[in-house]
């Protein structure tokens, strides 16, 4: 079946600009996850999603940054006034159930560039 | 805090070999521990898992991990090395006590030379 898929796959903007990244988990995976990895880094957790709520927004590093998922299935992370050092490929990952030991399948990722 | 720590960078290994991609954790509470391997412009792929009972499991492609309690170890391990091995692993961990985060750690690049 069909995998994670995120779109675009590239994003370049300029600092300043709104920028917003989209995510289809698999179908029927109720639990979605954001993630930010720089390079040479692993994937930083941004924010959950355990259906259309964000049951923990923790990581998300500032108010710029804000993630949606009105259906409960594709998500939408929107980054405001972009900066330089939001560069990164943000990763998006979903799960199948409420566990929280069911492992996540990975999207290939978005490759966002600040300019 | 919750942490992962990934001593190496690199592990070079010749093809036919065994191999171990180490990991250590740090959690408050019980680890939920994982194995991700990520080839080169593709998602990252789980391997395995440690959830709880038998402290050895194994996983796709032929990988195995041991966790280790008191050694807070979650060392990834294969016994013989295939050139197709060659990725980048992420060990990851769940706290069990500290919500829904998972803790990635920085990645070891594994080349299996031929």
């Known amino acids: 079946g069909a995998g994670v898929s995120q779109t675009p796959s590239n994003k370049v903007t300029e600092k300043g600009k709104y920028v917003e990244l989209r995510c289809d988990p698999i179908s029927g995976h109720t639990a979605l996850y954001w993630y930010r990895q720089s390079l040479g880094q692993g994937p930083e957790f941004l924010i959950y999603f355990q259906g259309t709520g964000a049951a923990d927004d923790s990581g998300l590093p500032n108010d710029r940054f804000f993630a949606v998922r009105p259906e409960g299935s594709v998500s939408t992370l929107k980054i405001q006034r972009t900066e330089r050092g939001d560069s990164a490929v943000y990763l998006c990952?979903?799960?199948?159930?409420?566990?929280?030991?069911?492992?996540?399948?990975f999207g290939p990722g978005t490759r966002l560039t600040v300019l | 805090a919750q942490s992962v720590a990934q001593p190496e960078d690199q592990v070079n290994v010749a093809e036919g070999n065994p191999l171990t991609v180490k990991c250590t954790y740090s959690?408050?509470?019980?680890?939920?521990l994982f194995w991700y391997v990520q080839y080169p412009n593709r998602g990252l792929q789980f391997l395995l898992k440690y959830i709880t009972g038998d402290n050895l499991v194994k996983g796709s492609y032929g990988f195995e991990a041991e966790f280790n309690k008191s050694q807070t170890s979650f060392h990834l391990k294969k016994p013989s090395a295939l050139v197709s091995d060659s990725a980048l692993y992420f060990c990851a961990v769940r706290d069990s006590m500290a919500g829904n985060q998972f803790y990635f750690g920085t990645g070891t690049s594994l080349t299996v030379i031929p």
């Open positions: 959690v408050s509470g019980n680890p939920y």
């Open positions: 990952a979903s799960s199948y159930g409420r566990s929280s030991y069911n492992e996540q399948f």
